[in-house]
T-cell receptor, first 113, second 111 residues
Framework: GEDVEQSLFLSVREGDSSVINCTYT??????LYWYKQEPGAGLQLLTY?????DMKQDQRLTVLLNKKDKHLSLRIADTQTGDSAIYFC?????????????FGSGTQLTVLP | DVKVTQSSRYLVKRTGEKVFLECVQD?????MFWYRQDPGLGLRLIYF???????EKGDIPEGYSVSREKKERFSLILESASTNQTSMYLC??????????FGPGTRLLVL
């Protein structure tokens, strides 16, 4: 089945850029997603990219997709303390009856003042 | 705005109790999902449903069952709770595309 990998922790200084990386194994994925989870909360959809795109920008967020290397990244510009959260990469896979998402283990982003 | 609600934010149960976790979505989505989230393991799919009264096993269905009698409601049942089912439980829904919308989660502690 699909395997999605992320590093578990990332620390950055306030105002710096954060880059969270993700690798996946299934090249047939149509959409790739980034979700954000704040402490004690559910997952909030941040952004997604269609598999035929290389880059998508949305305000401070930039998603880069390298299909050849099966590598996805999320860059947060001018990182703020409010960006401290767990970030999940998720890859869509066909399942027959309902399209499913396979999630990475999540990257805990800590923003230091 | 899509809204997915879960019946409880926090729940404490004893070993052996039957536990019901309820999830309701208000966007007429066909698909609904139950995940559990444990530190370092990400989200693992327990069960999902693509239509009323239809269900499919996910990656870790053992010890759980589900019920979907109405389109908007998807219930997760722990027939006999055990301490290794202490976890955060997340419900999600989706329509024809893959984008899933999540509820706030239920943190379950089994003593």
């Amino acid at each position: 089945g699909e395997d999605v990998e992320q590093s578990l922790f990332l620390s950055v200084r306030e105002g710096d850029s954060s880059v969270i990386n993700c690798t996946y194994t299934d090249s047939s994925s149509t959409y790739l997603y980034w979700y954000k989870q704040e402490p004690g909360a559910g997952l909030q959809l941040l952004t997604y990219i269609f598999s035929n795109m290389d880059m998508k920008q949305d305000q401070r967020l930039t998603v880069l997709l390298n299909k050849k290397d099966k590598h996805l990244s999320l860059r947060i510009a001018d990182t703020q303390t409010g960006d401290s959260a767990i970030y999940f990469c998720a890859v869509g896979v066909p399942s027959g009856s309902a399209r499913q998402l396979t999630f990475g283990s999540g990257t805990q982003l800590t923003v230091l003042p | 705005d899509v809204k997915v609600t879960q019946s409880s934010r926090y729940l404490v149960k004893r070993t052996g109790e039957k536990v019901f976790l309820e999830c309701v979505q208000d966007m007429d989505h066909e698909n609904m999902f139950w995940y559990r989230q444990d530190p370092g393991l990400g989200l693992r799919l327990i069960y999902f449903s693509y239509d009323v009264k239809m269900k499919e096993k996910g990656d870790i269905p053992e010890g759980y069952s589900v019920s979907r009698e109405k389109k908007e409601r998807f219930s997760l049942i722990l027939e006999s709770a055990s301490t290794n089912q202490t976890s955060m439980y997340l419900c999600a829904s989706s329509t024809g595309s893959e984008t899933q919308y999540f509820g706030p989660g239920t943190r379950l502690l089994v003593l």
